[in-house]
């Protein structure tokens, strides 16, 4: 073989490091598959075949049994190119929602804190007013007053409640 050839070769991946890489990367693929909850496993894309080795990969104990049955997964995933994929691509899809909602949810943790302290209350408040125009505002403004005259709990836990309902409210 030319030296160009074997350029050629390496740049399109087919080198022996891309081969490892490619393994490592489906292998982390199997791993995560017996890490996720069985209600996020039902929603992929898979032969029974492939659920049944996934099944049994989740089922091992011990820990390096567990460990050749997670390369063995990984093997058996090679063969299902098309549903790896899928499952991949699968799997991104509830990562990107799962990192919206868990942003989203500090956002309003982060408002509802604003509005608890007296000093960023009035700005909060600004903001919230623009965000969410069908809240009660004198109704937010009274429970952040009993959280900041007597650090109330109930109060600022109930300022969260109608936060996240008027979110879900704007989402639909």
């Known amino acids: 073989m030319h030296r160009h050839e074997e350029e050629e070769i390496r ?40 659920s049944k080795e996934i099944e049994l990969a989740r089922s091992t104990k011990g820990k390096s049994s567990r460990k050749r049955q997670i390369k063995h997964l990984a093997g058996i995933l090679r063969g299902y190119e098309e549903q790896r994929l899928a499952i991949e691509a699968a799997l991104d899809g509830q990562s990107v929602i799962q990192r919206q909602e868990a ?14 302290v007296a000093d960023t209350f009035e700005a909060a408040l600004t903001e919230v007013r623009t965000l969410y125009p069908h809240l009660d505002a004198g109704k937010l403004t009274r429970l952040a007053g009993s959280v900041h005259e007597h650090n109330d ?7 969260f409640r109608r936060l996240r309902k008027e979110e879900e409210i704007n989402d639909e």
């Open 153 to 159: 709990k109930k109060a600022a836990r109930e300022i």
């Open 11 to 50: 740049s399109l991946g087919r080198g022996r490091t891309a081969k490892k890489r490619e393994a490592k990367t489906i292998e982390e693929l199997a791993h995560r598959l017996t890490e996720i909850t069985a209600s996020e496993l039902g929603k992929l894309p898979k032969s029974p075949e492939l």
């Open 103 to 116: 942003l989203a949810f500090h956002h309003l943790e982060e408002l509802r804190d604003r509005l608890c």
